[in-house]
């Protein structure tokens, strides 16, 4: 799973931004979609767990629909709260640890 390969580092996780470059600067998703994912990668430094869902699963694809079911099913029960995505990512009390075992949750779910 990509999720987990990109969250290798707690420096690779944000919090309330979709994603940040190397000077701390925010980057939109939707205004600054550049013609390769691997351009768009080298200028990241961090994303949040939604920014790296849109990011690596293509927009209206079974595969995004997946892996964000999956993901809404393990904030879940990792939190006892029916949250979304960024909201969980941008709470105070998310930890990038908290980051990880939800991405490893939502790996094994079937």
């Known amino acids: 799973m990509r999720l987990q ?6 420096s ?4 309330g931004h979709y994603a940040l470059n190397k000077e701390g600067k925010s980057i939109g998703l ?8 691997m351009d768009y990668l080298r200028e990241i ?6 920014g790296a869902v849109a990011l690596f699963y293509a927009q ?11 993901l809404k ?4 029960r990792h939190t006892g709260k029916n949250l979304t995505i960024p909201a969980f990512n941008d709470d ?7 980051i990880q075992k939800v991405i490893r949750f939502a790996t094994a779910l079937k």
Not at 5 to 10: C, S, T, V, Y
């Open 73 to 76: 099913i393990a904030i879940n």
């Open 45 to 50: 430094e961090s994303m949040s767990l939604y």
């Open 92 to 98: 105070p009390q998310t930890t990038f640890e908290d």
């Open 60 to 70: 209206y694809s079974d595969g995004r629909d997946q892996i964000v079911r999956r």
């Open 12 to 15: 690779k996780w944000c919090k």
């Open 30 to 37: 939707t205004s600054h979609y550049p013609t390769d994912e």
């Open 5 to 10: 390969q990109f969250f290798n580092k707690a």
